[in-house]
């Protein structure tokens, strides 16, 4: 079964030319933490002792919300999943997280901002597999 952690360079530019014109979008994130985070080839922000995959996320949300919010996005909500109700019963998700950017603009200078990137290793240590959906209204 394939995981989904980074978006592939085809996405991006799929992504950029579907909503680039399009205002405010909201990602929706579906994310299924490792059991326990991995932190290779990460050592410069290795917390020094075994953590949760989930413990891993929340170092991430900690070091990312700020800099979402000078960006001017806000996180809408962040909770817990498990079960679809309509679904496939192989899929399971930890976590369900929306995130709303002023434009694919702003979101493309929060994503690739030094100060968010320092501590964005934290986000590939937690996470087992994940989805992100950007969205707009109708």
Same mark, same amino acid.
């Given at each position: *079964? ?6 592939? /360079? ?11 014109? %399009? ?12 059991? %326990? ?16 995959? $989930? ?5 991430? *949300? @900690?070091?990312?919300? /700020?800099?979402?919010? #000078? ?16 679904? /496939?019963? =192989?899929? #399971? ?6 995130? @709303?950017?002023? =434009?694919?603009? #702003?979101?493309? $200078? ?23 959906? /950007?969205?707009? $209204? #109708?």
């Amino acid at each position: *079964m394939e995981k989904y952690i980074e978006a592939s /360079p085809e996405a991006g530019k799929r992504f950029y030319q579907q909503f680039h014109d %399009k205002g405010k979008i909201v990602m929706l994130n579906l994310l299924k933490f490792k059991e %326990k985070a991995d932190y290779t080839n990460l050592k410069n922000i290795d917390p020094g002792n075994e953590i949760s995959g $989930e413990e891993a996320y929340q170092l991430y *949300m @900690e070091s990312t919300l /700020p800099q979402l919010e #000078k960006a001017g996005s806000r996180l809408v909500y962040y909770g817990s999943g498990k079960d679809f109700l309509i679904g /496939p019963d =192989s899929e #399971k998700w930890d976590a369900v997280l929306l995130v @709303e950017h002023q =434009s694919v603009v #702003k979101f493309m $200078e929060f994503a690739q901002n030094k100060d968010y990137l320092r501590n964005a290793g934290h986000r590939t240590a937690a996470l087992e597999d994940s989805r992100l959906l /950007p969205t707009t $209204e #109708k």
